[in-house]
């Protein structure tokens, strides 16, 4: 019997290490290249207007604007980033870590939107510059889900989950949070650092681990 | 006796899931920036003069050098590129993905002396250019142990296992190569793409998961 046990813990720990082909519920992967978000006061004073849409992106109602600002940190300048609209109610910079080394900044791991204490930077648009005082983060990754979703993974929203990726330098991103809304479309969101440890590429998807 | 089963195989699954503090195995990682290994030929060609060694690494023999090279691709160029001593047999670059698009190299994932068939590059030294038709490598991430290592954490030479960071961002490296030798001290490598998506800071440790 102890044998027989044993065997059956080993099969369980086999099927641990790799999803059940079974059971293979799959996320697609989207790189979120650095990015800032703009409160109506700031879009005025850099760019003298309103933002205008450049295209759609995957979550309804979002967009890439035809806009970029350069953000300038205390070690370092990035051009050409992309400002994403419509406008919030504070501004907001998205950063990899790599991109954070360069600007000199010390943006800490967080949910979008939770800028409490974090470091600010500047931003220069082609009507004037914008010091923002707090704003600048590296965003956890996390999965946009419709509750149809969330109900078919087996998750809520704020759950916390791992996803491996399928690529061809597989990765485990521990900690992914879940954010489940009617109004989102299923996707996983990463930064190019997280994208470029597990090679994704174009059509990436993500296998969820453990619910 | 079945319920007794299943609640052994839940318990095997739950330690699988994060290491168990008892049996915990950390592992030291150290980040790799790209670097080039050239053969004696090339460093002629390049500097003029064989290495001089600025400081040891970690691994027994191996050294950084005082001289670097600027690697020259068709998108980009990437100056101050440290050179690993001593000599080699033949030359061999190595960068992250990031450098990799950044230079215009579609560089593949390999271990360490497996070149054949990758991309070349021109290195550019203060008293020659050189251009290598291969060579240009991603490293795939290793560790680097002693017998008596390998012996205590159950694996084996050219083994791959799954090592999870212990970071503020934690991910699990997959597909991990262990490599045995008695010259060898304990360390795993990763290159800044994995050390930033898994915010690695100095002193940084992951945990064997699966041998």
């Known amino acids: 019997m102890r044998e027989q046990i ?3 813990v080993r099969e369980a720990l086999r099927n641990a290490e790799k999803p059940a082909s079974s059971n293979r519920m799959t996320i697609p992967i ?6 800032v978000h703009l409160s109506e006061e700031h879009i005025k004073r850099l760019f003298g207007r309103g933002l205008k849409e450049k295209k759609p992106l995957s979550q309804p109602g979002q967009f890439a604007a035809e806009e970029t600002v ?10 050409g980033v992309r400002v994403l ?6 501004s907001q910079v998205e950063v990899s870590r790599t991109d954070a080394f360069q600007l000199g900044v010390d943006a800490p791991l967080r949910l979008s939107g939770n800028t409490e204490g974090t470091p600010g ?3 220069q648009g ?3 510059q914008v010091e923002i005082k707090e704003g600048v983060i590296v965003a956890a990754c996390h999965i946009h889900m419709h509750p149809e979703d969330a109900s078919r993974f087996g998750v809520a929203d704020q759950d916390r989950v791992t996803i491996r990726s399928t690529s061809s330098r597989p990765v485990s991103f521990h900690d992914t949070v879940i954010r489940v809304s009617d109004k989102f479309r299923l996707e996983m969101h990463v930064d190019f650092d997280e994208a470029n440890a597990a090679f994704l590429t174009a059509g990436a998807e993500g296998v969820l681990i453990r619910p």
């Open 126 to 128: 082609p009507r004037g």
């Open 121 to 123: 930077i500047k931003l």
């Open 70 to 79: 350069t953000l300038i940190g205390p070690k370092g300048k990035i051009p």
């Open 6 to 8: 044993e065997s059956l």
């Open 85 to 90: 609209g419509p406008a919030r109610s504070s």
């Open 30 to 35: 989207a790189v979120s290249n650095r990015h």
